[in-house]
């Protein structure tokens, strides 16, 4: 009887989990946002929204993705300006910017040169805005955070550790997630293990606002695990309507953490262009220019 009653419960909470999973999937929903003066035949991917500006980072690459840089346009009172190359652009590939949620800081890939030495993988770099807005200088973060190999798609979690993507030895095959936490100056890194690696390619996490969630994009399409009991939960694939088969990239949380925008490669004639899955209604992305308030 025992048993019967443990087998009973558990098809009960199956049950749920499945109608909670059925009840999420119905009511999310995937739209395409081409904001203009933005999209254009390049690949537009990696958004990121300056918290103090409202100016809208991105990058900008071939159709083929392929010669990654950062641009910054500026919402004006007709519109999103020009892209251009935003202030602090170096030589070399450079990618994937995030901002902190109070703007200060800003984080991205860059194989700039160093010392005066040009370097051939991506690392991971910060620069921090002081009180009067003003960005100071790049900072190369240091080892173990990067290596020898290239390094992808840096972003601080709620909890203080900072997730990013890296093919470095100690791995379980390819690229995999890994996770740094800064303590008295000194970095200790951690790999997520096999509940989020496989022996395939998992390049970029994306910790949620409110560190429950992590949305990883593995070389097959865009994943989601959840942060139970501190551990992340093996990673499942989200639904077909977001992963179509073709390369989903990039995605970033509105604050509310309700909506998510991502690129997808949508091939000819478009190239890469974003996209938006919601949760649940809301005004995010911001309209530009903004609409007037009733």
């Known amino acids: 009887m025992r048993k019967l009653r443990r087998l009973l419960g558990s098809a009960s909470l199956l049950t749920a989990a499945i109608a909670a999973a059925a009840t999420t999937a119905a009511s999310s929903s995937v739209e ?10 390049q690949f537009e991917s990696h958004p990121a929204f300056d918290p103090i500006t409202g100016d809208f980072y991105f990058v900008r690459s071939s159709p083929t993705f392929e010669g990654w840089r950062i641009f910054v346009t500026h919402c004006g009172p007709s519109g999103w300006s020009k892209p251009e190359p935003w202030a602090l652009a170096a030589d070399g590939l450079e990618a994937d910017p995030w901002f902190t949620a109070d703007g200060r800081t800003m984080w991205f890939i860059s194989s700039r040169s160093t010392d005066g030495v040009k370097r051939k993988d991506l690392d991971i770099w910060k620069v921090e805005r002081d009180a009067s807005g003003k960005w100071g200088v790049p900072v190369r973060l240091p080892s173990p955070v990067n290596s020898t190999g290239a390094e992808w798609f840096p972003r601080p979690a709620k909890d203080g550790w900072l997730y990013f993507g ?3 030895p100690g791995g379980l095959g390819g690229n995999d997630i890994w996770r740094a936490l800064e303590t008295n100056g000194e970095w200790i890194v951690e790999n997520l293990g096999p509940a989020i690696n496989t022996p395939g390619d998992e390049y970029e996490p994306l910790p949620s606002p409110d560190g429950s969630r992590l949305i990883v994009m593995a070389a097959d399409g865009l994943y989601e695990s959840q942060r139970r009991d501190n ?17 989903e990239i990039g995605a970033v949380f509105s604050p509310s953490g309700k909506t998510l925008l991502f690129a997808r490669d949508t091939k000819v004639p478009d190239s890469g262009e974003f996209f938006l899955l919601r949760e649940s209604p809301e005004d995010w992305p911001p309209d530009c220019p903004a609409k007037p308030k009733p």
């Open 32 to 41: 395409p946002w081409k904001p203009a003066g933005v999209s254009s035949p």
């Open 166 to 168: 890296s093919k470095r």
């Open 231 to 247: 551990v992340w939960t093996p990673k499942t694939k989200l639904p077909a309507e977001v992963n179509t088969g073709h390369m």
